[in-house]
């Protein structure tokens, strides 16, 4: 009877080890698997760090709308040109941190930085801000065909990035490409009807929303996804 037992026991305990540690390793490196990753995958210094150049721009973006509609410093209008003007700095600054405190250079903010320059001297040069608006769907259009035209033509652009942080199996990289396409069009598709259709507050808060949580939301959706496919090492069993 307690021969029996043993390997029950056991195959449950590996069972349940191998489940804990797939577990683990989503909890642990969906912070990374999103396209918002280096080009060169190495793990950042400091994740505070990382944080900063990924996210410092769009902060100083929304904090400097704030303060221009609260202090009321000028007309309404104004507001999201002086803070399209921060984030043209704030996005090259970052940028530059990225390189010289973590040797990397983040693809989407380097993606951003070229295509928000432009934006911003123009929002600038013609005082409108319906360029600044627009910004965001270019981005996200050319992250989308990116990845869907690396998709057609066989590329697995994704597990070039997070193959040796995300372990899966080789069919679900074509399938994980795609849905990060799709993801980015239909921000993209979003966000033209949000800014034609709405003020620019609705349109910021908007834009802050879903640059944090649209990620967020993608890797929840993504989870049974990443879960199935989550290539786990066999247990050595010690005999």
Known sequence: MTDNKLPVDDTVTHGDQAVDKALA?????????????????DTPKQ?????????????????TFLVWKVLKLTPQKDALIWASGVLGAAS???????????????????????????????????????????K????????????????????????LLLGDALKLKDAAWPRLTLYYALFYFAMAAINEGVWRTQSDSVWMIWKMGS????????????????????????????H
Request: proline share 8%; glycine share 8%; charged share 15%.
């Open 25 to 41: 390793g989503v909890a642990e490196k969906f912070g990374e698997s999103n396209p918002e990753l280096a080009l060169k995958p």
């Open 92 to 134: 090259l600054l970052a940028l530059i941190a990225g390189l010289i405190a973590e040797k990397r250079i983040a693809w989407i903010p380097l993606v951003s930085c070229v295509i928000t320059i432009p934006m911003t001297i123009l929002t600038v040069l013609t005082h409108d801000p319906v360029f600044v608006k627009i």
């Open 211 to 238: 640059m944090v949580g649209g990620p967020i939301l993608l890797s929840i959706c993504l989870l049974p996804f990443m879960m199935k496919n989550m290539i786990t090492e066999p247990e050595t069993a010690g």
């Open 47 to 63: 994740n505070y760090i990382k944080m900063a150049v990924d996210y410092g721009p769009l902060i100083a973006f929304g904090l």
């Open 136 to 159: 965001m769907t270019i981005v996200d259009v050319l992250i989308g065909g990116i990845l869907l035209g690396a998709l057609l033509m066989k590329k697995e652009p994704l597990k």
